[in-house]
C-alpha cells in the first residue's frame, strides 16, 4: 500500500502539509465543506498529522477498496 501524501484541491496537486494549513485555518463547521478529493480515484479523503508510527498523509473518508492508494482493512 503506498501512502496519499497529495490531494486534489479545486483542480491543484497539493501537499498534505499544505492541506493541514488550509484545514486548520478554518473552523471546525467549514472544515466539513473543504473539497480535498484523491488524485487516484477523484472521492473525498481528509489529512491528517504525522503520528509516532507514520508521517502525515491522507485518508478516504469513506473507504474505497477499488484505490490503488486505500488504507487496507486492519483486522485485530
Known amino acids: 500500500m503506498s501512502m496519499a501524501t497529495e490531494c486534489k484541491f479545486f483542480g491543484h496537486i497539493i501537499p498534505v502539509e499544505k492541506a493541514l494549513a488550509i484545514r486548520d485555518s478554518h473552523t471546525p463547521a467549514q472544515r466539513r465543506t473543504l473539497a480535498f478529493e484523491c488524485p487516484k480515484c477523484g472521492r473525498p479523503v481528509r489529512p491528517h498529522i504525522a ?6 498523509h491522507f485518508v478516504h473518508i469513506n473507504r474505497n477498496p ?11
Do not use: M, Q, S
Open 51 to 56: 503520528g509516532d508510527r507514520c508521517g502525515a
Open 66 to 76: 477499488d484505490c490503488p492508494i486505500a488504507e487496507p482493512v486492519r483486522e485485530y
